[in-house]
């Protein structure tokens, strides 16, 4: 009974001290964070659409039981909800991920999956920049962010999520909110005008790096005054807020839009993540930093998908299945 109360406090102190890292923010890294949990990886692989890796998978060996399934179902939950439109690309999702998949990987607009589970790449047809660079955020211990830097803007190139091992918290109400938020306030490369975006357009929302909140935050213009506010998630209550931000305020008023020197073609990409409408209100333990090439050097379900025809509808609320 005193061992089980001991370990009850344990896992307890660990979810508070990620809640910790997840409001505070993470640090931006030049080389990706390792988790623990890939030392078990034997098998990289890419989920293609034509061309495209679009989805990378890493499994442990089989019959490996490593994570915890909660966490697994989020983020095919999630992926379903991103492609709902597209009948057959959701049947690749259709059924539960097995349990020796230990990472997952998606590529966002005008990017693939490169080498390993954390490694982003342009496509082949979209021009580099010339002083362009990745680097690597976590979002929390199951999410990491990669990003193509250019102009001083962080554009995302991917989302990794590890789901949560047996015996590490699963914070599935964050990292759910956290999926959600990179995802809306994701700023497409090559840089194009704000107020043409598909979120401005059509859910008078987009995303912005505030220097305040020393993180990518979601701004919505959707109320009577049409005056920006992040749109956040309070990570003790469980519950979506909205807050004005002066700097943030000040970028809105005073934006304007300024065709770049050069020229950098923006090539259509078949795949875009649906940005979601904005829903009704409501490092402790990693590996040190490695390079891209030491994650590579441990490395398809499907060579290719029919056409994917992407949903714009809301994303369906699964926060009510999340008890955590």
Known sequence: MVLSKLFSSSRSRDKEIEKKYIINGYPLTTSPVIPDILKHQVEFKKVKY???????????????????PESLELIRKKMLAWFQKDKSYCRNFS?????????????????????SCQEYKLMND?????????????????IQCTYYNDMGVEFLAGISFYPA??????????????????????????LGDRHKSWGMTQRKHYGR????????????????????????????????????????????????????????????????????????????????SLSISRASSTESLIEGFDKIEVSSDAESDIDAELID
């Open 209 to 288: 790096f505030c220097s305040i909140s020393g993180k990518h935050v979601l701004l919505t213009c959707s109320q009577d005054d049409g005056v920006p506010r992040h749109y956040e998630f309070d990570h003790v209550s469980k519950k979506y807020k909205r807050s004005l931000c002066k700097e943030c305020c000040e970028d809105f008023f005073t934006y304007k839009w300024e065709e770049p020197k050069k020229d950098t073609p923006a090539i259509p990409t078949p795949i875009v993540i649906v940005e979601e409408s904005v829903p009704v209100a409501v490092t402790a333990t990693d590996s040190e």
């Open 126 to 142: 979209v021009k580099p920049s010339e002083n362009g660079f990745f680097t690597h955020r976590k979002l929390s211990e199951c």
């Open 50 to 68: 034509g061309p495209i890796n679009l989805v990378g998978l890493t499994f442990a060996h089989e019959g490996s039981d490593l994570v915890k």
């Open 95 to 115: 059924t539960e991920f097995p349990k020796n998949l230990i990472a997952i990987s998606v590529a966002f607009t005008n990017f693939e999956v490169g080498g």
């Open 165 to 190: 091992p047996h015996g590490k918290p699963k914070l599935l109400r964050s990292n759910n909110a956290l999926l959600y938020l990179a995802n809306c306030s994701n700023i497409q490369y090559p």
